[in-house]
């Protein structure tokens, strides 16, 4: 079976560091991918790379069988939304509304820089509509809570129905009820869009119930990578982290701890 995505060999080196060491990872079709590593592991390099953001030192890339650099990259990354968060919240334009914010979601801009028509205004009235928490679409995004704010971003990202949503840490820095928030409304489009995730997070219990895979991320190197069953695992966790970790599961979701 043909893989949605496939590196192959990947190694980035920066300043005579390798970020990326010799690294492989296959994405299967409907496979969704939690990545686990500490900081500095290569993780958000390696998002960038599949945005073709970064180019590897060496090593393929494959996108449903092409290889990068062989077609026009747009051609695949038309299908594909990146949501992270600090980043986009620092590039976009200011002075937005949330009706706005959406906009730039349906035009894949970071202002508004034409009009929307019909369709996409049509789109976005339907998507404020389904999301009550969305109390006054003229209201400034600068005015939004921060778990507001990061719930319009998945909106943002999910407008153009992609077939891959990256999120790189998109709580970081939201309370307990921000964050239980934003998920419930992945979930919630996720089960209606049928989008494939890859996530990168260093919380066990924001890999949802509905991930079916975990790439393990050790110093630019793959140290596991796998089914859930396989590899979310406390042994593997400590080897991770350099610590005894205890992992527990209650509800679907993983919480792990130190035991030191």
């Known amino acids: 079976m043909q893989e949605f995505l496939s590196l192959r060999g990947i190694t980035l080196t920066r300043k005579k560091r390798n970020i990326l060491q010799s690294l492989h990872w296959d994405i299967q079709h409907g496979e969704d991918w939690a990545i686990l590593g500490r900081n500095g592991a290569g993780k958000t390099s390696l998002i960038r790379i599949i945005l073709g953001l970064l180019w590897p030192s060496s090593g393929k890339i494959y996108a449903e069988g092409k290889q990068y650099g062989t077609f026009p990259l747009r051609n695949f990354l ?11 919240d620092l590039a976009l334009q200011k002075n937005l509304s949330v009706t706005d914010i959406l906009a730039t979601g349906v035009l894949n801009t970071i202002g508004l820089y034409t009009d929307t028509n019909q369709d996409q205004k049509q789109l976005i009235q339907q998507t404020i509509v389904e999301n009550p928490w969305i109390a006054d679409p003229k209201q400034p995004y600068t005015q939004l809570s921060s778990g507001e704010k990061r719930k319009l971003l998945l909106l943002r990202s999910l407008l153009n ?7 790189d840490e998109p709580t970081a820095s939201l309370d307990l009820t921000a964050k239980e928030g934003f998920f419930s409304l992945l979930t919630h489009y996720k089960e209606k869009y049928k989008f494939q995730v890859i ?3 260093h919380q066990t219990d924001e890999i949802l119930p509905f991930f079916t895979n975990l790439l393990l ?34 509800q679907d979701r993983f919480y792990s701890l130190t035991t030191r």
């Open 199 to 201: 996530l990168i997070t």
């Open 161 to 167: 129905q992609p077939k891959l949503l990256l999120l």
């Open 78 to 88: 038309d299908k594909v939304s990146f949501l992270e968060a600090g980043q986009q």
């Open 217 to 250: 991320l050790k110093a630019g190197k793959v140290l596991r990578s796998g089914p859930i069953s396989e590899t979310l695992h406390a042994n593997h966790l400590s080897e991770l982290y350099d610590l005894p970790i205890h992992l527990e599961k209650w």
